[in-house]
């Protein structure tokens, strides 16, 4: 089993910056790619980020690309995610998810953290 847990969300005005973590613990060989996936009140769950953590592949979704940026700390089990430039629409909660295949597909990751709410205010 993979135990994620998130931390870094809150309230921040539009403009803003975040920085989301993600610790990863347990049987972190399951983790060779973490994502970012974010789910606003009454949407689907929605794919924001990922990343290949022994190496430096990333990919984003269309609507953070030039504003977020994914990156793994030092030991791989650490994932991170730098939000600028927030916005209203950017208001969900985030999770963050570990899985083996670098994919944008929710159901391809095994595992997911509680999450963490990011609420931008305009």
Not at 12 to 33: D, F, K, M, N, P
Not at 95 to 118: D, L
């Amino acid at each position: 089993q993979v135990q994620l847990i998130e931390s870094g969300g809150g309230l921040v005005q539009a403009g803003g910056s975040l920085r989301l973590s993600c610790a990863a613990s347990g049987r972190t060989v399951s983790t060779s790619v973490m994502a970012w996936f974010r789910q606003a009140p009454g949407k689907d769950r929605e794919f924001v980020a990922r990343i290949i953590t022994s190496g430096s592949g990333t990919y984003y979704t269309d609507s953070v690309k030039g504003r977020f940026t994914i990156s793994r700390g030092t030991a791989k089990n650490t994932v991170y995610l730098q939000m600028n430039s927030l916005k209203p629409d950017d208001t969900a909660v985030y999770h963050c998810a570990a899985g083996t295949f670098f994919t944008s597909a929710p159901s391809a990751y095994n595992f997911w953290g509680q999450g963490t709410q990011v609420t931008v205010s305009s």
